[in-house]
């Protein structure tokens, strides 16, 4: 930072660290209002503010020159103009997959940034372990996090099966890559100059990513990049120790440890813990999975419906939940369910909506969705407040929804699930639900839910389903 | 700045983020990762700074991938949170509290919500 002729005092490093810690305050204070609904929007907003002060600053640096500022303007424009668009175009429904994605990107920049520092130094991370350590552990975690979000973004976008993909010898294979990256970082803080270790170093780490994401089932991906949030921040704290910026460090460490918290409580609102998901496999090992036809496992036949039945059953209710889940979002059937909904009301019917805290594949997911489609926010009922209607209830109809209303989680104490609260849609008087199949739900495990003999299956896509059934009732 | 002082800093950040985040209610636990998400795209500065002594085009090229990445990740991740938080947030009547979280009426804004939070970039956006 020594240009003192042309430094004026805005170029001064001190002016420059006095706005990092005014970025940095207004990130602390932003998140701290994300946390409750009220404040929620606003600390979003500051916390952007903090961002745009905190890069304003750093072109304020004295040493950067005119190209140099081209090709940043060229990241800056490419970045805003992919970044932009796919934030502002992406479907409330497919909000989780663009988290994974960004996650991503942001890990993959510490890794790119973490080799070009590398080549800057000559290859010399040995000669200053504060800055060579720090940038290996960055360099291995931002390539880990890349890549394992990209997976988690190709299972939840449908790229890739959601289902549990095994790694024969999975964790063995991860640890023997792990060390791998560990060695070749090891060799080169001890002196090697090589830049195809450090190649390596990313590689192993970028393998690791995949195979480590690959095995989770993805009802745990809400967990998984929540995980690799956390992953993204550390490394660009180690970022920021071996690049001598604070901005990078509070920042990333704030992420770090909010996000590990975060995935902490996203973990046990799922009756999971956060080593069970990460050691992968949810439902490895249960009943065959996807596809069955029905019954081979638990015995009982399954008996589907047909829509003008469903109507018929409906119009002579006086209460009907619904049950809403992964289904309804792929199906895009939120404002079907509202129509629905708004033809139930006009009999008097009373209709509520129950929402399981992870429903979807994110938690909050149905939330954004039904209040999307105008549904009254009093009428969507959180688990525990929805839990002692459903003896009271007349037709719950589940729409897409599956592992959450599995009985087996409060019954059977041998089911992968045993333990994880769930909606008890299996008290009502009748049950309708509308799936496209069989198939099972993401936990991979049957549903007895299906077998009931209270329960009746109307197979078809969500949408047209409730469409269907919307207009055979009024039709009644 | 030495290594014992940014190790402290670190130490101290790490417990403000344990401590902000104490209980929160399942529904903002996805706009609450977002957030955090979009805030770790504070890597773009690690961009910014490395690429004043870069040397010869590869690490040229790296740098500004890197800074391409870390502004998709900003920009994105700022712009989906505030989207994700309007779906909650009841757009007639402007600053009413309700205490607690089965709040919001959902008055979904029409869904092109986008552009409010003017935030985030000098070269500002073509769309």
Known sequence: ?476 | MDLLSELAILLLAAFVGFQVISKVPNTLHTPLMSGTNAIHGIVLLGGLVAIAHAQGPLEKVILVIAITFGTINVVGGFLVTDRMLSMFKKKPDPPKEEVEEAKPPAEAEPPADAEPSAESKPPQEPA
Not at chain 1, 120 to 145: T, Y
Request: charged share 15%; hydrophobic share 50%; with cysteine.
């Open chain 1, 1 to 476: 930072m020594s240009a003192p002729l042309a430094t004026s005092f805005i170029q001064d490093p001190d002016f420059i660290n006095a706005c990092y810690i005014v970025a940095f305050s207004l990130f602390i204070t932003g998140l701290s209002m994300l946390t409750s609904p009220t404040t929620a929007v606003r600390g979003n907003k500051l916390a952007a503010v903090g961002m745009l002060i905190a890069v304003v600053a750093t072109l304020l640096n004295s040493e950067l020159n005119g190209s140099e500022f081209l090709l940043i303007a060229i990241g800056l424009v490419i970045g805003t103009a992919v970044g932009v668009p796919s934030a502002v175009r992406v479907k409330m429904t497919a909000m989780p997959q663009m988290v994974a994605l960004f996650n991503g990107v942001g890990g993959g920049a510490v890794a790119l940034i973490a080799w070009a520092e590398f080549r800057q130094a000559g290859g010399e991370l040995g000669e200053d372990l504060a800055i060579g350590i720090p940038l290996c552990f960055a360099a291995i975690v931002g390539s880990i996090s890349f890549w394992g979000s990209n997976i988690a973004f190709a299972k939840l976008q449908g790229l890739l099966s959601g289902s549990p993909i095994k790694v024969p010898a999975g964790l063995f294979v991860n640890i023997a890559l792990l060390a791998i990256a560990v060695g070749a970082g090891v060799a080169i803080l001890l002196g090697s100059t090589s830049e195809g270790l450090f190649i390596l170093l990313l590689v192993a780490a970028a393998v690791l990513g995949n195979l480590a994401v690959l095995p989770i089932g993805g009802a745990d991906m809400p967990v998984v990049i929540s995980t690799l949030n956390a992953f993204t921040g550390l490394s660009a704290a180690a970022a920021g120790i071996a690049l001598d910026n604070t901005a990078l460090i509070v920042a990333g460490m704030l992420v770090g440890a909010s996000g590990t918290i975060l995935t902490d409580q996203m973990a046990k609102a799922m009756n999971r813990s956060i080593g069970s998901v990460l050691l992968g496999g949810f439902g490895g090992e249960a009943p065959a999975a996807g596809g069955g036809e029905g019954g081979s496992e638990i015995g009982g036949t399954v008996r589907s419906t047909s829509a003008a039945d469903v109507a018929i059953l409906l119009a002579y209710a006086r209460q009907v939940i619904v049950v809403p889940g992964y289904g309804m979002a792929v199906a895009q059937a939120q404002h079907a369910v509202k129509e629905l909904a708004k033809e139930l009301e006009k009999r008097n019917i009373e209709v509520k909506y129950a929402i399981h805290p992870v429903a979807g594949r994110m938690p909050g997911h149905m939330n954004v969705l039904l209040a999307e489609a105008d549904v009254p926010y009093d009428q969507l009922k959180e688990m525990d407040d929805i839990n002692p209607e459903f003896g009271r209830t007349d037709v719950s109809i589940v729409i897409g929804a599956n592992d959450v209303t599995n009985p087996d989680a409060r019954l059977k104490t041998e089911s992968p699930i045993y333990g994880m609260p769930i909606l008890n849609v299996d008290e009502s008087k009748q049950v309708i639900v509308i799936k496209r199949s069989m198939a099972s739900g993401f936990a991979g495990i049957e549903n007895p839910l299906f077998f009931d003999e209270k329960t009746q299956m109307l197979f078809g896509d969500a949408k047209s389903s409730v469409a269907e059934i919307t207009s055979e009732l009024g039709g009644l």
